[in-house]
Each structure stands twice: as structure tokens, then as C-alpha cells.
């Protein structure tokens, strides 16, 4: 298996722009995770997905952030319009489970800068 | 909800050994370790699913202590390849249930030659 599969690896956006950011899990884990990581806060949960399903969007920060599971091998992550403040690395990982019994596997992560 | 880890930084010689402390509030249900290195995306070290239970990866090892909602994480005979930031990530038990992993704000592992 390849592994989780993040796209784009870096982006680079002027404040206002819609921004999309995509993964492909890996193939038979139920769940999917997004999650965004700052110096400053660390890695956060944004919205998890179980069998495309959002289940948890609480860690959303605002309408801005909007998140789709059209179907078990592809899910976006939108930000419209960006921010500045938006500016960090975005993960997507995957497993079997909520909890992670067999560990979750991590994307390679979209650096996402707002200028 | 954040679990509380410890030291925040670290940094060994080559051979030495190392301890990361990672702590919750909450109950939990179980402490997953990830090791992330520059750049890259965080990568799986184990999981500890039961009271007491300790694991070994290589010369990595870790326990969890149910009852002080504990989990420690210890490197032996520390390798260059061992650097790193450390992160613990937990999940806690509501309802009767497990919920989605949370992260600690990580440790970061410097091994020097």
C-alpha cells in the first residue's frame, strides 16, 4: 500500500483565496482524520470521518473550514476565504478504528502558507 | 483534554538513555507513542491498550499506569537515529466508550554524537 496520500505539498495562497486541500486514505481503514499542526498549538484535531460520515467537526475552527468524504478513497479540506492565521501544516491520517488499535498512519502534510 | 508530556526538550549523547513522561486528566482508554522528525509526517511506535502493559520497539520501550493516567516512553542506549519530537496521544473514556486520539504538545529528543 502506499500509504496515506496528501496533495498538495506545499501551497502558497494570497489572504481571500479558496484553498483546497486533498487525501486518499488508505484503503480499507474505516476512519479519517484531519488534523493541523502549529508551533503554537501543536498538532489539533479539525473533523474525523467514520465510513465517510463526519462524525466530530468540533475541532473546525470556523465556518471558513469546511471538510467532504465524498467516498471512501478521497476527502478535501477547504478554506474559503484564507487567512494568514490559517497558515500551517495539514495532516490527514487514517485507521481502522476511532481509537487507533493499530496506530494511525500520518500523511506527508500540505504546508499551507496565507501571504 | 490535552495530555501533558515531559521534559519539553531533551538532549542526550549518543548511548545514553532517556525518559518522556505523558499525562491525562481524563480516564483513558489508551496511550499511543508517534515519533515525528523534520519535515516529515508523525509515524507510529506503539500503542498501550491495557493497565500496566509495557511494550518494546527496538530499544524503545513504554508503559502506562491506568490508575495515575500515565504513560512513560523510555529510550535506551539512545541512537543518532533516535532524534526526533515525541508525542503521546491519547484516547479517553466517555460514555463507555473510546474517543479519537488526542496529542501532547510533543518532546523534542536531541542525540548528539
Known sequence: ?115 | QQPVQSPQAVILREGEDAVINCSSSKALYSVHWYRQKHGEAPVFLMILLKGGEQKGHEKISASFNEKKQQSSLYLTASQLSYSGTYFCGTAILSSGSARQLTFGSGTQLTVLP
Request: one cysteine or more; aromatic letters at 12%.
Open chain 1, 1 to 115: 500500500d502506499a500509504g496515506v496520500i496528501q496533495s498538495p505539498r506545499h501551497e502558497v495562497t494570497e489572504m481571500g483565496q479558496e484553498v483546497t486541500l486533498r487525501c486518499k486514505p488508505i484503503s480499507g481503514h474505516d476512519y479519517l482524520f484531519w488534523y493541523r499542526q502549529t508551533m503554537m498549538r501543536g498538532l489539533e484535531l479539525l473533523i474525523y470521518f467514520n465510513n465517510n460520515v463526519p462524525i466530530d467537526d468540533s475541532g473546525m475552527p470556523e465556518d471558513r473550514f469546511s471538510a467532504k468524504m465524498p467516498n471512501a478513497s478521497f476527502s478535501t479540506l477547504k478554506i474559503q476565504p484564507s487567512e494568514p492565521r490559517d497558515s500551517a501544516v495539514y495532516f490527514c491520517a487514517s485507521s481502522y478504528d476511532s481509537r487507533g488499535s493499530y496506530g494511525y498512519t500520518f500523511g506527508s502534510g500540505t504546508r499551507l502558507t496565507v501571504v
